[in-house]
């Protein structure tokens, strides 16, 4: 165990940063807080530069919310370093969190009480010990994190089961309108507030977010493998597993090959 | 713990089921039986006493009698409902609310007096076995006594049972305004203590309560005013402009204190429209809007201004409201969330049942390089304080 842990904060109201900071320099005075930022974005870039070892991410917050932060870490996050003990903050329950109590992702509800703060360092500390006796052990408390990661990012989207699904894609340049039936996208890519919808022929814009567009697009036919793409799954043609866990995808009418991430490797398995 | 979507399933059924279309049938049937049966013995009981023998056969007779009236009357002003409305379609004009009242039960109740007493002396005869005289033979007494007593119970019977009638319609009309004003209530209520806000806002008061106790108490006593306005909003009916302003710098400054410096506000509220009436709390949602979708989530926040304006034409004098927020602006793709769109609904509802088309609610992104969204709610001023500034200024 590092004789002094570091945290990263990421909760956009600055008093109950500081309030948590507060608490957390009662409850366990070693713990250093090496950043506190105040929105998603940052949550996830401070993160990879500094690789804290606990991250408290709060979950509403500007820019993209505490789960998509994490996502993002779990993506980008390098070879080799140990995956930071996340902790989420919510004020309600807003996620399907208490599922997750205790295991290698912990959540506290706002405000948080002082008890439950207490078992929550606790966890941390015997977690961060075990990992400090049994180094080998990182890459199995990745792979149970990204599960449980899986399981958050699913339960958010799939809340609307209903949602209609899109036929054709409507993408507007000056005043003509592009028709493009769903069947022939090879794959989305997300682009600031636009997503990029790439067919065998050509590439159209469409002013819509990754996020919105998503649960408008049936699951079975496309395939969330990275946290700013979404590929047709009848447009890979084969996949290749890399040494760092992720997918290298090759694509049926494009010369470019995709990545799917870590969180989404599994989705490519053999029969 | 319920998650926020059922919470919104919860308050998006109805407080009570409406009374079915078959149990509405069941009460018209019996009403029917009951006015036309009663009516049937009476006359039976009359009959009796005036001719003294034969009670069961003159009750066969009055009731077979009562029957085909009361089906010719029903038969009838059903089958002209259907032709009037039939018009009304092809003319394009909404069907009627109830069967067309007298107009179509003149013709009924005349075809009743005519066919309904040899209709019913007919049945009567089959079941009872006898043989009684064509009733178009007129001369007889029995036949004119029959004939008159027809005529009358026909009449009694529409009036009372048109009465029942109009007076179930009116109960389930003033039954349907209560449970509509009760679910908007429950409604409002749910929408303005919302957990997130509260928890958040509990959470605060807890950090600050260490940090800075007297702030905490300034804090806490703005969290009272909200929650005490927001309970009391559904008992009111209106209250001044400037009390609705200051809920509103409650509601932001306890937004200010979990934000900090990422929000600004402007409220400007001239002195002269500080007494105009408004409904409790209109503005809420509007202002929560601004600040849920737009400032919330914009990384840098943003200024949120709501402004009160007086506007004079020559027939009527308006009142604008606007809220304008300098956030993430309006998605491109409505949300699909569930009860995202609820708060404009809601304030679009209450302005339509207290102003019908006199007054509007617009919503529109804002193309000034600040960009966000500005919101414009325009409802007639009351006379009394639309007059000139110069006199109603002075207090």
Redesign the interface.
């Known amino acids: 165990m590092t004789p002094h842990p570091r945290a990263l904060i990421a909760e956009d109201e600055p008093l109950l940063a500081a309030g948590l900071r507060a608490d957390l320099a009662a409850l366990w005075p070693e713990l250093q807080v090496v950043a506190t930022v105040g929105d998603g974005l940052q949550a996830s870039a401070q993160a990879l530069a500094l690789q804290p070892e606990v991250c408290f991410f709060d979950i509403r917050m500007p820019g993209c919310t505490g789960l998509e932060a994490a996502q993002a870490l779990a993506e980008d996050w390098p070879e080799g370093v140990a995956f930071p003990l996340l902790v989420f903050v919510t004020a309600y329950d807003d996620y399907a969190l208490q599922a997750f109590e205790a295991q290698a992702v912990d959540y506290l509800v706002k405000p948080v009480d002082r008890p439950r703060l207490t078992g929550c360092v606790a966890r941390l500390q015997a977690r961060l010990a075990a990992r400090a006796a049994v180094p080998a052990a990182t890459s199995d408390a990745l792979e149970q994190t990204l599960q449980q990661l899986r399981g958050l990012l699913g339960a958010g989207q799939g809340a609307n089961p209903t949602a209609p699904r899109l036929a054709v894609i409507q993408a507007q340049v000056g005043n003509l309108v592009h028709l493009v039936p769903v069947e022939d996208v090879v794959y989305f890519e997300a682009a600031d507030k636009y997503v990029r919808v790439i067919t065998a022929a050509r590439e159209h814009l469409i002013r819509m977010s990754l996020r919105e567009l998503l649960p408008q697009l049936d699951a079975q036919q496309f395939w969330q493998v990275h946290r700013g793409t979404v590929v047709q799954a009848r447009a890979v043609t084969s996949a290749r597993r890399e040494e760092s866990g992720k997918v290298t995808l090759q694509l049926r009418g494009r010369a470019e090959t995709l990545t799917a991430s870590r969180l989404y490797a599994h989705l490519f398995k053999g029969m | 713990?319920?998650?926020?979507?059922s919470c919104e399933i919860a308050a998006n059924a109805p407080l009570a089921p409406a009374p079915a279309a078959s149990a509405r049938l069941r009460a018209k049937v019996w009403r029917h039986v009951w006015v036309v049966g009663g009516l049937c013995v009476g006359i039976a009981i009359f009959l009796t006493v005036l001719e003294g023998k034969g009670f069961i056969p003159k009750l066969v007779y009055s009731l077979c009698i009562g029957i085909a009236c009361t089906l010719i009357v029903d038969s009838t002003r059903q089958a002209v409902a259907w032709g009037i409305n039939r018009l009304r379609a092809r003319q394009g004009q909404p069907p009627l609310a109830n069967r067309g009242g007298w107009s179509s039960a003149i013709p009924g109740g005349v075809l009743a007096v005519l066919m309904g007493p040899s209709l019913g002396m007919t049945l009567g005869d089959w079941l009872t076995g006898n043989q009684t005289p064509s009733l178009y033979q007129l001369g007889s007494t029995s036949t004119r006594i029959t004939l008159a007593l027809s005529v009358l119970g026909t009449v009694i019977s529409f009036v009372v049972i048109s009465t029942q009638e109009r007076l179930a319609t009116t109960r389930a009309l003033a039954e349907q305004a209560q449970r509509h004003a009760a679910e908007t209530q429950l409604r409002l209520l749910q929408s303005q203590l919302e957990?997130?806000m509260l928890?958040?806002t509990?959470?605060?008061?807890?950090?600050?309560i260490?940090?800075e106790p007297e702030r905490a108490q300034a804090m806490l006593d703005r969290l009272i005013s909200f929650l005490r306005a927001t309970l009391n909003a559904s008992r009111l009916m209106a209250h001044p402009l400037a009390t609705e302003f200051d809920r509103i710098s409650d509601y932001l400054a306890l937004m200010a204190?979990?934000?900090?410096?990422?929000l600004q506000v402007t409220l400007d509220l001239p002195a002269d429209l500080r007494d105009v009436p408004v409904p409790p709390l209109l503005l809420q949602p509007l202002v929560e809007n601004a600040i849920k979708h737009g400032l919330?989530?914009?990384?840098e926040?943003g200024r949120i201004t709501v402004i009160a304006r007086a506007e004079s034409r020559a027939e009527s004098n308006t009142l604008v409201l606007t809220v304008r927020d300098t956030g993430s602006g309006m998605?491109?793709?409505p949300?699909?969330?569930?009860g995202s769109h609820f708060g404009l609904a809601q304030v679009r509802e209450r302005l339509a049942t207290l102003h019908g088309q006199a007054a509007s609610l617009t919503l529109e992104p804002v193309a000034d390089g600040q960009g966000g969204t500005l919101v414009t709610l325009r409802m007639p001023l009351p006379a009394l304080l639309s007059k000139p500034q110069s006199k109603s200024a002075t207090p």
């Open positions: 713990m319920p998650t926020p979507d957990p997130h928890f958040n509990l959470a605060n008061l807890r950090v600050l260490g940090l204190v979990r934000m900090g410096p990422r919330e989530p914009h990384v926040g998605p491109a793709a949300s699909l969330a569930p």
